[in-house]
């Protein structure tokens, strides 16, 4: 069948960002038969209407990859509208959606490999004196923060750290500022830190920023700023197996959405407002709770 494949990549403010989605691209159409194509779900000049658009243009069936890590609004709603709209728009073409990353396996083997790299920057590096912290971008979806929390539990189960814990760059809490004053407390002399993000952008480049002012703060305590997964062979690895899965129609179950703002507004009938202000106030996420 005629096919085409369009990777929705999240888009970022900084050039860097969806310069990096590109490249991915184009590394990973040496893997795939069909043409790739890449659009952007904001701050791009191809956003998805636009991508849906063009891809549907000549051909039987376009697959859509979602280069998204977590389920927030993006996932559960904004990309099945799209789809639906160009399933009306283009009845010729047959649209799949494959599932979002996620958090699993090969994630976890990821970061157990970007936290081998961090303690290999310490002088002393024993996890019983190491707290780690897993960084994320932050939602207003508890199910999409709950992935972050899910993964630093496995870190947990899968290394000799006394402490891993949760933080976030905006939009909900704890923030990195806070989990590193609460790691300090705990007799943690060294910190490694773990940006749950897949490329660059300003809020990687705010990051470097608050490590650099951390170190300030706590000079008693050892930094080590973990790399963002980018073109990790996970990364590769996993894409490949959600196209195989979309391709082959298997069924992906229904998202975990208890406790999902996005689906009760959408039981109301209320239209869905993301808001990317990563200032504004949210109740806090619960502290990934652990047996010590």
Known sequence: MNTKVLLVGHGSRGPGGNAEVLTFAKQWQDKVEWPVEVCYLEFADRLLPEGLRQAAQGVERVVVLPLILNAAGHVKMEIPLALEQARIVFPQTRFLLAPHLGANEA???????????????????????????????????????????????????????????????????PRLETVVQRLQRLGMSQVVILPYYLFTGRLIERIHSQVERLQGQYPQIAFALGNYFGFAAEINQLMSQRLDEALAETPQGILACEGCSYRKKASLGLEHSHSHNHEHGHGHASRLQRAT
């Open 107 to 173: 994630i976890l083997t990821l970061l157990l490999r970007r936290l081998r790299q961090g303690m290999e920057e310490l002088h002393c590096p024993d996890p019983k004196t190491t707290g780690v912290i897993l960084l994320g971008r932050g939602s207003s979806d508890a199910g999409a923060n709950s992935e972050v929390a899910k993964m630093a539990r496995w870190l947990f189960e899968e290394t000799a750290h006394e402490l891993v814990e949760i933080a976030f760059t905006g939009i909900t809490y």
